[in-house]
């Protein structure tokens, strides 16, 4: 699907970039770029090998941001990916540089028809659920009997996607700016287009689809960046074998000499002929100081907000208005290692619930082998993800576990060995997991998230136009080299 203003027409040209690299234009320059995640590794990497000199600062002692694999403190080789896991193969960008650092990949399998639910006090396989959507005993209106939650938001989006898919470029930007006030909700119930739903055939798409948790969030944002990539059947997803580290690690023996680590930026000033940022040392908690003809961050507004930034008229009012209030959407992973692979031995895949855990994904990566094996126990995101901030790890692990015992009985407790509970909206240098617009933003907003401003430039996957993904902070990262070299 095209999304407006449709700089995804720039793939073909990004792709050219990523193998062939830029051109240098304009004088060489230094360029200071602040967050080693995936956009500013791109970054540094196409203007390093365009002859500019790059300085990465990141906060956190490793590459990568939200690309983040857990490996300690498990055994045998295991891990969960505690950031970004899935990588759809339609998703070019980030398969070109797959391609170029010749990683290995595997499927990740996103559903299959042994895929158990467990909803509304009913367990039902996924095939016995979609040959009968009743089964799971949603009090639904009469027309929408006997439909699967797919099936009910297709309908109710489709007529919507048919007008927009064959519009002008025009016509889409109107049609983004007039429904960009819907929520998801508000959408499927009061339906301009289609057939509207009942509140009970909305809860349905909300649990089964996986978007109970964002009810305040854009019509236009999930439907484009959640729904349709992950939910859609002709989608087909991989991982990166080793962990999905190994992408934004693959930059390093080219970057190395360029970032400084533990190096969290507290204050960026804005002069007439260069830009000066100033960082605390994490390691040694003293103060550094940086200087470059242009700047970048990448890092998310949610946590641009604990940055001091000077003069303040150095950024637009709707600069300002974007960093304040587009926000981060929180996100909990819950990875427990058992003694064995006891899941295996059952019948069903993933686990898809109304309990605290909401899904649980088998590993892909380890199937069939022997000795401890690692489950994502729980995956949770939007306000249902905020219910995990309650709890300590100690007792979020037991929930979990509880919620396990349902599906497996009472072999996970004599199985249990260790787990790893990552909230995202602890993690103070991205202050949630993925950028998603509320009503609204992307009409008053979304043009000007990207521009630069001055002698600051902006990267990240919520400068994108694929919210939520890689291959928003590939895409980001190079356009925002391509703005500097041209300078």
């Known amino acids: 699907m095209e999304r407006r203003k449709d700089r995804r027409k720039d793939t073909s040209v990004y792709k050219t970039i990523i193998t062939n690299g830029l051109r240098t234009q304009g004088r060489k320059k230094r360029v200071l770029i602040l967050g080693a ?34 490996r300690e403190p498990f055994s045998n080789g295991n891990y969960i990916d505690a950031g970004a896991m899935r990588i759809p193969t339609n998703h070019t960008l980030v398969q070109t540089y797959i391609e170029k650092f010749g990683l290995s990949t595997n499927p990740f399998t996103n559903t299959n028809p042994n895929d158990l639910l467990m909803i509304n006090g ?107 990539p992950i939910f859609k059947g002709d989608t087909q997803f991989i991982e990166i074998q080793g962990g999905n580290d190994r992408l934004p690690q693959a930059f390093l023996p080219q970057l190395i000499d360029n970032i400084y680590f533990d190096q969290k930026v507290i204050k960026i000033i804005h002069h007439h002929n260069r830009v000066t940022a100033y960082a605390e040392d994490q390691r040694f908690k003293k103060q550094t100081c940086w200087s470059a003809d242009l700047l970048l961050t990448t890092i998310p507004f949610s946590a641009s907000q604990f940055i001091d930034i000077r003069p303040y008229g150095c950024l637009s009012q709707r600069k300002w208005q974007a960093i ?35 899904f649980a994904y088998q590993a892909s990566h380890h199937q069939g082998l022997s000795g401890p094996g690692i489950l994502l126990a729980s995956y949770t995101w939007g306000q249902n993800a905020l219910l995990f901030n309650s709890l300590s790890n100690k007792e979020a692990t037991k929930q979990v576990l509880e919620d396990l015992a349902r599906a497996y009985g009472s072999i996970v407790y004599e ?73």
């Open 37 to 70: 995640g995936i956009a500013g590794l791109v970054s540094a990497s196409l203007l390093k090998q365009a002859g500019h000199e790059v300085i990465l600062l990141e906060a956190n002692d490793r590459v990568g941001g939200r690309i983040h694999t857990i």
């Open 324 to 358: 304040r209030e587009v926000i981060n959407v929180p996100a909990v992973k819950i990875g427990i290692e058992f003694k064995s692979r006891f899941w295996e031995k059952y019948p069903f895949g993933h686990i898809v619930t109304d309990f605290p855990t909401r």
């Open 122 to 228: 009913q367990q039902v396989y996924r095939q016995a659920y979609e040959q009968n959507p009743d089964l799971l005993k949603f009090d639904l209106a009469p027309h929408e009997q006997g439909k699967t939650a797919s099936e009910l938001f297709l309908s109710a989006v489709q007529p919507f996607l048919d007008i927009y898919e064959n519009s002008t470029d025009a016509e889409k930007d109107r049609l983004a700016k007039e429904f960009s006030d819907y929520s998801m909700g508000e959408y499927l119930r009061e339906n301009p287009f289609g057939p509207s739903l009942s509140s009970n055939a909305v809860r349905m798409i909300k649990v089964v689809l996986g978007i109970e948790g964002f009810p305040e969030f854009s019509f236009l944002d999930i439907l484009i960046d959640i729904t349709f």
């Open 415 to 487: 199985e249990y060995l260790q787990s790893v509970v990552y909230n995202w909206s602890q993690n103070p240098f991205s202050a949630g997991c993925f950028t998603l617009f509320t009503p609204g933003q992307s009409r008053d907003l979304e043009e000007v998230i990207p521009q630069p401003e001055g002698r600051i430039h902006f990267a990240g996957e919520h400068t994108s136009v694929y919210h939520g993904w890689i291959e928003g902070a590939v895409e980001s990262g190079i356009r925002a080299a391509i703005e500097m070299n041209q300078r």
